[in-house]
């Protein structure tokens, strides 16, 4: 095995919060790349590719060992499931 892979055992409710971080990094990621207010630097853009690239690889990762790591889509309203009044 090599030494940058590192093994351990994760709960169900651990990978349903890492398929939402790795989601919600993809997309904030995404965003940035392509907001043309700012000028990225080559490396800054080299950084998103490769943080893209962890990020994708996580996700067939996941799917692989028959975890679906899609997130229910959010309709209007749902968030009266989760706040009070």
Do not use: H
């Amino acid at each position: 095995m090599s030494e940058n892979v590192i093994q351990f055992t994760l709960e169900k409710d651990e990978l349903r919060f890492i398929a939402l971080a790795v989601a919600t990094a993809l997309e904030n990621i995404a965003e940035a790349r392509l907001d043309k207010d700012v000028k990225w630097t080559d490396q800054s853009l080299k950084d998103f590719d490769d943080m893209s690239k962890a990020g994708k690889s996580i996700v067939l990762k996941l799917i692989n060992i028959g975890f679906d790591p899609s997130l229910p889509s959010y309709q209007p309203g749902d968030e009266k499931e989760f706040i009070k009044p």
